[in-house]
């Protein structure tokens, strides 16, 4: 009996070492246990604390600002059988002294599809963004937006496509290019 209670304590003395091991008490340095404790919980403080409150923006360029000048920013397609994809070519030119970075653009539904320069837009030069718009399923007045993001003030820029949508069936998909 007496033999358990000394393997039982040899244990325990064991499991308190290790813990004490593994919770940096033996490591030399001058930081006590609690610095040590708050150093490794920063990390996923702050981790938790980015997912949970930054809005799912994308990044805007960082460097200088410049000037993004749109011929259109708002195009009217008309009346389109449902089915029919819309595209339309939106002009714009690099006003400002600095080279013009989009660095996302995004419609507010999947049905509008924007595409866009990668490519730095230097000073005085023009680019274009395409919009698709697929009016599968989308009956009678519409109105979608894209977001454009750059390095611009403000860094957002909208350009709208609408139009009306005929029909309540399906009918064969074409494609419709505006310019």
């Known amino acids: 009996m007496d033999s358990k209670k000394i393997i039982i304590g040899l244990l325990a003395l064991v499991a308190i070492l290790l813990g004490l091991n593994l919770a940096g008490i033996f490591d030399k340095g001058d930081q006590s246990l609690r610095d040590k404790a708050r150093q490794s919980l920063a990390p996923t403080e702050a981790a938790t604390t980015t997912s949970t409150t930054t809005p799912s923006t994308p ?15 708002e195009f009217d397609f008309g009346t389109v059988e449902m089915g029919d994809k819309v595209e ?4 714009f030119t690099n006003t400002g002294d600095e080279p013009l970075v989009i660095s996302n653009a995004t419609g507010s539904c999947g049905c509008t599809v924007p595409q866009w320069p990668k490519e730095p837009i230097a000073p005085g030069a023009t680019g274009e963004i395409l919009v698709s718009f697929d009016t599968k399923n989308k009956p009678n007045n519409q109105t ?26 399906e009918t064969p998909a074409t494609t419709i290019q505006t310019q």
């Open 59 to 73: 990044a805007v360029p960082a460097g200088p600002t410049t000037v993004m000048a749109f011929e259109e920013t």
């Open 144 to 169: 979608k937006r894209v977001t454009i993001t750059a390095n611009t003030e403000p860094a957002q820029s909208f350009l709208t496509i609408k139009g009306f949508v005929e029909g309540s069936t």
């Open 88 to 91: 339309h070519i939106y002009s």
